[in-house]
């Protein structure tokens, strides 16, 4: 990973922190917006490695969940209580239905699409105290 990336996703977790402190509901807004950005690449990517495209590989599909994992390390511990579970989840569902895909579709399936799920669920608000 260069340099840039780093800071580019160093900067993506400092406004991503600053929005969830200032707005909790834009903040769960835009990350949905990722979360479901991420998931498609996902899928965009086990389909390279299932046709068959050069330099495509499995490990790419897993780099988004990496990639992931150190935003939400980089928001802090509150951030990622709020977030961090359903991010893991979804994005593990993702990794493991693109690599089936790719392989034997028969060695994961799920009734519901977890981008379905995603759309289902209502950002929770925070207690006032």
């Given amino acids: 990973m260069g340099k840039a990336t780093r800071r580019g996703e160093r900067h993506l977790a400092d406004e991503l922190r600053a929005l969830s402190e200032s707005n909790p509901r834009q903040f769960h807004h835009v990350w949905r917006a990722h979360l479901n950005s991420w998931c498609g690449e996902i899928v965009a990517r086990g389909r390279d490695v299932r046709r068959g495209r050069a330099r495509a590989a499995l490990e790419d599909v897993y780099a988004l969940l990496e990639k992931a994992e150190r935003l939400l390390h980089s928001m802090g511990p509150e951030v990622e209580s709020q977030v961090g579970a359903e991010a893991r989840a979804v994005l593990k569902h993702e990794c493991a239905k693109a690599v089936a895909r790719s392989t034997d579709v028969w060695l994961y399936q799920f009734e519901t699409d977890s981008v379905q799920r995603l759309m ?6 925070r207690a006032r105290g």
């Fill in 120 to 125: 289902q669920t209502q950002p929770q608000s």
